[in-house]
């Protein structure tokens, strides 16, 4: 027992043991039938010193590349301010748990409430929950949500133009949900409205919503002029699912109509951690408050005439709905949530949008230098924010494995010969410019 | 504390003109955003200076309480120390940068990594394989759940749609079940607070062909182990359903059982509970999933990367390891014995509905002595004062004044029996002062709050407070 994170000795077990009346340790599974009892030994490895267990991190960190990175498709190498990761490893921050009790949970909900008020403005719209797991989750949950609001409108209609992973979660989430799904087709790159149109029409009355990407997988910025009117008229919710970071410059969801806007937040500085963790976010107008799933923060006040923040509207969670519940979220993403409220802070108005410039610029400079190289064209012929797909007339593969010796990771293949390329303000020219000498 | 001198909006910090950042120079020469492309007006994001921002957020995290400032015995939620060294791994850049599309053989140390973990779940669950994609404990139910229904529909038994959860269930077992497009059996309980056999037998004599899983957390909520376990899970094999393990109490079983062994086919893994990977004031968290053998190729896609929340899952790694085999195993006796110290040093105090030995939790219903008025939540609010946490309060529903209590391994005999002192003055006050305790806390940086203005009148963002004062 003698371990550095068990306080106890062996007077104090013995002193326990006799209060609780028990003999030893063991005695306190007497009720465990033996036949379910462990008896064995874990193979596990041995206990480590904290030495040898950072000894045996740092070896298998060895085992990674650390790699320029130009990959992207909805993760993507930001800056992380230094700030930030002092402030998270506050322990009050950390090591707390949900802010059920808000009169010493005051700094969490007091985030959360910062977190969602610049959310909303990000996204234009009216409000925002707390934070959810991740981007695709948070697709899943609005299309969810969407059904929930409808009225017995079962079906919903998803742009070819998103992401695929996102797709195949939304899909998982579907099919056991019941929940029918349509793909609207793409026209180079772009979201059909006209096919929007005609499956509206050929669905009459069960499209519960319309689901679109911003920008789309390919980087391709796009026009979603009258799709917010078309999904209305047919009493539908028109959702967008966008990468948070671009919004500082973008035409927000709010502006294109949107009624529910969904996404990841890791562009807000979050590093890429091999896959999270990350943040998603859920904003929808103030109308559909009640339907939205996930933690809420609201202002009020306490019994000294103080302000304070409280988790609210919990009647829609799932702790108290149980098997009525339309999401059985119950939790949020609250640490991540905190890292881009700081992000946010310290960017500001201004930060965000300089940050995008810079990853605009760097893209298409990018993408120039690899046209001019007569190796290279643009797959869509459409404007595109910060990530572009480029097609190769040489062997894709080998070049990917070149650039990779020299300590790049050159962009995701998405096909035999397509490569998608990203660039975000942590690139640097030189990076670039490397990056051609290298074709 | 210092919400009066500290407890503005960032908002309310901010100065136009202000700037928290640096970025390098634009070097690319003319790439201007499109007009059309932008938005009309910017988001209005604070502007404020590096040090405002750094203060306003150091300042606001003292009035937090977290398991580095005190005694936490929030029942369920398995608030152990969060070991620091486990921190510093998961930020090591080796790992950090990693881009999760990267060529495969660009990061064969991270994929050892979850290769590993998920070895060690096996090895402590006694299950075949686990998946690391769920990134919480409710997402990890869902996924289980996915396994099961599509485990029945590979076989054409789309009729399995029915789940049986036991009344002390948690409020995520029937959420996620219903999610997931299953209905639900509400099993009850015995007056032992264990489930009832001879209405689990009703319910698969009149439900038997539609029963897909039966979930369960053992210990119940309750704290006490299910001791008829190998019958229950030999009627819902019987009748042709899976057995879902919930995992959010596996700690006091590190060392004593493993639900593979238990008869349970597919569960899930709070990482941040029994693996020590902080709450982070309510995440991020990780749910891995576990299935029997045969069950693999039913794991579903459920969040985009092989490793999920990797860096939470480095954090459980170094804690397995640090602990060791020698160590693991002790986790769960220590919990279980500081649950039961707590219970039998204060069951004259408060109400124990259900004496007998418990596992690392248990619940009381409010004070014995109820002619004072004075409610679980009056002693929640009251504890705060003393500097604890307050246990997990209302829940499970089956008493009026559920109060329960989780202390973990990691607490000493002395923290634990300062806790029981206050506990028992707290009982003392009901009779002396009840005032002092129905008004608590007093000593916190709020007092308690209006939650009924706030669902009321949602203000839950600063442009909606903005405009209601206008």
Known sequence: MNYKFFPHTQDDLQAMMEKVGVQNLDDLFAEVPDAVRFHGEYQLPEQMSELEVRQLFEQLGAQNQQLVCFGGAGVYDHYMPAVIPNLLSRSEYLTSYTPYQAEISQGTLHYIFEYQSMMAELTGMDISNASMYDGTTAAAEAVMMAVAAGKKQNTVLISETIDPKTLKVIQTYAHFHGIQLEMIQQEDGITSLTHLQSLLSQHKGSVAGVLVQQPNYYGIVEDYTGFADAVHEEKGLFMMDCIAADLAVLKTPGEWGADIAVGDGQSLGIPMQFGGPYVGYMCCTEKLIRKMPGRIVGMTSDNRGQRAFVLTLQAREQHIRRQKATSNICSNQSLMALFVTIYMSLMGKEGLREAAQLSYAGAHYLCDRLLASGHFTLVYQQPFFNEFVVRYDGDLDALLQKLEANGIFGGVKIADDQLMIAVTEKRTKEEIDKLISLL | ?470
């Open chain 2, 1 to 470: 504390m210092n919400n009066r001198l500290y407890g503005n909006l960032i908002f309310e910090l901010s100065k136009p003109g202000r700037k928290g950042y640096s970025l390098p120079k634009n070097r690319y020469g003319n790439y201007d955003i499109p007009a059309a492309m932008q938005r009309q007006e910017a988001a209005q994001l604070p502007e404020c200076d590096e040090p405002t921002v750094v203060r306003h957020y150091t300042n606001l995290s003292t009035n937090n309480f977290g398991v580095d400032n005190g005694f936490y015995p929030l029942g369920s939620c398995t608030m152990k120390y969060n070991p620091k060294i486990n921190e510093e791994m998961a930020a090591l850049p080796q790992f950090a940068n990693l881009h999760p599309l990267q060529p495969a053989h660009t990061t064969r140390g991270a994929q050892a990594v979850s290769t590993l973990l998920k070895k060690s779940l096996c090895e402590l669950t006694g299950l075949a394989d686990f998946t690391l994609k769920p990134f919480a404990g409710a997402h990890g139910e869902l996924t289980g759940l996915m396994v099961i229904r599509g485990y029945h529909q590979s076989r054409g038994d789309e009729a399995r749609t029915k789940v049986i959860v036991p009344d002390s269930a948690h409020g995520t077992n029937p959420a996620s079940a219903a999610v997931c497009g299953l209905e639900i059996l509400e099993v009850k309980s015995t007056a032992d607070g264990l489930v009832s056999l001879p209405d689990l037998q009703e319910l698969i004599a009149q439900h038997g062909p539609s029963i897909a899983a039966m979930m369960m957390t053992n210990p119940n909520t309750l704290g006490l182990f299910e001791r008829d376990i190998p019958a229950i899970a030999k009627m819902i094999h019987d009748c042709g359903g899976l057995m879902y393990y919930d995992g959010a109490n596996l700690n006091p079983l590190l060392g004593a059982c493993r639900p593979g062994d238990m008869g349970f086919d597919v569960m899930h893994i709070n990482l941040h509970k029994t693996f020590s990977t902080p709450h982070g004031g309510g995440g991020p968290g990780s749910g891995p999933v576990g299935v029997r053998k045969g069950l693999e190729p039913f794991l579903p896609y459920v969040s985009p990367y092989t490793s999920g929340n990797f860096a939470v899952v480095m954090r459980a790694y170094s804690y397995i390891l640090s602990l060791g085999r020698e160590h693991i195993k002790e986790v769960g006796p220590l919990a279980t014995l500081n649950a039961n110290y707590i219970k039998e040093c204060l069951k004259d105090v408060y109400e124990l509905p259900i004496d007998g030995l418990c596992k690392h939790e248990f619940v009381f219903d409010g004070l014995k002595d109820k002619s004072t008025g004075v409610t679980t939540m009056d002693v929640a609010k009251r504890l705060l004062d003393y500097g604890y946490h307050a246990p997990t309060i209302y829940f499970p529903l089956l008493f009026h004044e559920s109060l329960m209590i989780e202390p973990t391994e990691n607490e000493s005999k002395d923290t634990i029996d300062s806790f029981i002192s206050v506990m028992r003055q707290i009982a003392e006050e009901a009779k002396t002062n009840p005032d002092l305790v129905k008004s608590a806390p007093h000593n916190t940086p709020i007092g308690r709050v209006d939650d009924v203005q706030a669902a009321k009148h949602p203000i839950t963002t600063y442009q909606q407070m903005i405009a209601d004062k206008s």
